[in-house]
Every structure is written in structure tokens, then in C-alpha cells.
Nanobody
Framework: QVQLVESGGGLAQPGGSLKLSCEAS????????MAWYRQAPGKARELVAH???????LYGDSVNGRFTISRDDAKNTVYLQMNKLRPEDTAVYYC?????????????WGQGTQVTVSS
């Protein structure tokens, strides 16, 4: 199994920045991809950014050019640097991992961290 612990959420002003962290533990070697998702009240959960073991990266259209996903393999941590924040970025942000364990694909989620963008 994989455990995900998120940190870094909070309040930011429009145009400001926040950096989220997601530290993974457990079957680290089984993970083949990590991602950030977000969900605002009344809206569907949407992909924010996705990164594979080979460092192939995808961004959601709404954040492309403003957010950056990165990894620190020595710390088993994935980051989401969020710049030029807008009020519509307000949501609960979830860390996600995909892992191949016991010949099966498993999906894991962090607890979620609230990001609020407001003046």
C-alpha cells in the first residue's frame, strides 16, 4: 500500500503563490505515476497536473502556464508550485498515486488540503 500526506494549503491573495507538498510512503517502488487533482463545491474533480516515473508531465488547461509539478525522489515527495493564483483556483486539492502492487493496479489518495484564493 501507499500512504500520501499533503501539506502547504492555505489562504492566498489573487496573484499570489502557494506550494503544495505530497510525501509518499509504503510501496514506493511500485508507484508509476503521481498527480494533483482539485474539487470545488458543486464541481467535478478535475486533473491539475500529472507526472510519470519518466517525468512525462501533463497539465489541466485551466492551470497550464501558472502551475508546475515536480518531484524529489530522495524525499519521496511531489510538489505543486501554484503561481498567479485566481479566486477560481479555490478548491480542495488532492494528491493521487497509481501503483502496481501484487499484480494489480491500485489508486491512492491523500486527505486533501484546502486552497482558498481571496482578497
Amino acid at each position: 500500500q501507499v500512504q500520501l500526506v499533503e501539506s502547504g494549503g492555505g489562504l492566498a491573495q489573487p496573484g499570489g503563490s502557494l506550494k503544495l507538498s505530497c510525501e509518499a510512503s509504503g510501496s514506493i517502488s511500485s508507484i508509476y505515476a503521481m498527480a494533483w487533482y482539485r474539487q470545488a463545491p458543486g464541481k467535478a474533480r478535475e486533473l491539475v497536473a500529472h507526472i510519470t516515473n519518466g517525468s512525462r508531465i501533463l497539465y489541466g488547461d485551466s492551470v497550464n502556464g501558472r502551475f508546475t509539478i515536480s518531484r524529489d525522489d530522495a524525499k519521496n515527495t511531489v510538489y505543486l508550485q501554484m503561481n498567479k493564483l485566481r479566486p477560481e483556483d479555490t478548491a480542495v486539492y488532492y494528491c493521487n498515486s497509481e501503483a502496481w502492487i501484487d499484480s494489480s493496479e491500485h489508486t491512492y489518495w491523500g486527505q486533501g488540503t484546502q486552497v482558498t484564493v481571496s482578497s
